[in-house]
């Protein structure tokens, strides 16, 4: 198993995408098109904010949250997730 500094160091953008496509479009814009409205920030909004970090991400991901899905993710796909929305920072 990955300690959470070891999978936020390999993390894998393209995966990161594929989860976001799978578990968070239903509620989150995860691109950079124009999307219909949906019920929580769009990624690109949360990428472009200056004070977001990798780790902060990861580590908000592996919380449970009242207002997200109960994913599984595990230390590695949290990473990815988080290295996908950081992508979208411009």
């Excluded at 198993?1 to 990161?16: T, W």
Aim: charged share 20%.
């Amino acid at each position: 198993m990955l300690s959470l500094a070891a999978a936020v160091a390999a993390e894998d953008v393209d995966h990161g995408r594929q989860l976001a496509e799978r578990w968070c479009a239903a509620c989150h814009a995860v691109g950079t098109e124009p999307t219909r409205f949906r019920r929580a920030q769009p990624f690109v909004a949360i990428a472009a904010r200056e004070s977001v970090t990798r780790d902060m991400l990861v580590k908000f991901l592996l919380l449970p949250h009242a207002t997200m899905a109960n994913n599984p993710l595990t230390a590695t796909d949290a990473a990815d997730l988080a290295g996908y929305i950081l992508s979208l920072r411009k």
